[in-house]
């Protein structure tokens, strides 16, 4: 992992803590184990 990439994961992953957001995510087995792959994310408005 590229160090850049790992801080900028951290950081994000300390912001969405502090501000109470959670995750789902459904399907991780349909992701290859190598190689690419495009994860397009759904949103719901309220």
Known sequence: MEPVYGTAIRIARGLWRMQGLRFTVTGVEHLPTTGGAVV????TSY
Request: charged share 0%.
């Open 40 to 43: 397009a994310i759904n949103h």
